[in-house]
């Protein structure tokens, strides 16, 4: 497929899943920018994202770079699932930090594929690392 319909099929794909995803539409996330193997995903850091210290709740960053994930894997249209991931926090966020999540595509053959997310708030201060490892299922999207 051409790089105009990859491109193209991958809006659509992306429009289609946000349609559908109540957790990160009521969590304020939005989708900034989809692809090939690649998406952005960005929200704000409300009060109800705070843990006891008053720092965003490390599984609300984490929503935020598995979202971002998800959309990037399921670009091509073919139905796919996380298999693992890991995450690292190196530096906190706070209520109205407005964060933003980058998936890009490291690997995929088969069924398998391999992508790394990195948060980063307003200032440019990666907040979260994290890589996932897909697996394709059969079926396609739309």
């Known amino acids: ?3 105009e319909q990859a491109q193209g099929l991958a809006e659509a794909v992306g429009k289609a899943i946000y349609q559908k ?35 965003c709740h490390g599984g609300a960053t984490f929503t935020l770079a598995d979202a ?13 699932v996380g298999a ?14 407005r964060l933003t999540a980058v998936a890009e595509e490291r690997h995929r053959k088969g069924r398998g594929g391999v992508y790394d997310v990195t948060v980063t708030n307003q200032k440019g201060e990666v ?7 897909s697996r394709r299922l059969d079926g396609t999207l739309i």
């Open 1 to 3: 497929m051409g790089g």
């Open 21 to 55: 995803d109540h957790a990160v539409r009521a969590m304020g996330i939005v989708l900034e920018d989809i692809g090939p193997g690649r998406a952005r995903m960005a929200m704000v850091v409300r009060r109800d994202m705070l843990n006891s210290h008053q720092t």
């Open 68 to 80: 971002c994930f998800g959309y990037a894997c399921n670009s091509y249209n073919h139905v796919t």
């Open 127 to 133: 907040v979260a690392l994290f890589r996932g490892h």
């Open 84 to 97: 693992s991931c890991d995450i690292n926090y190196p530096t906190p966020a706070h209520e109205g930090d």
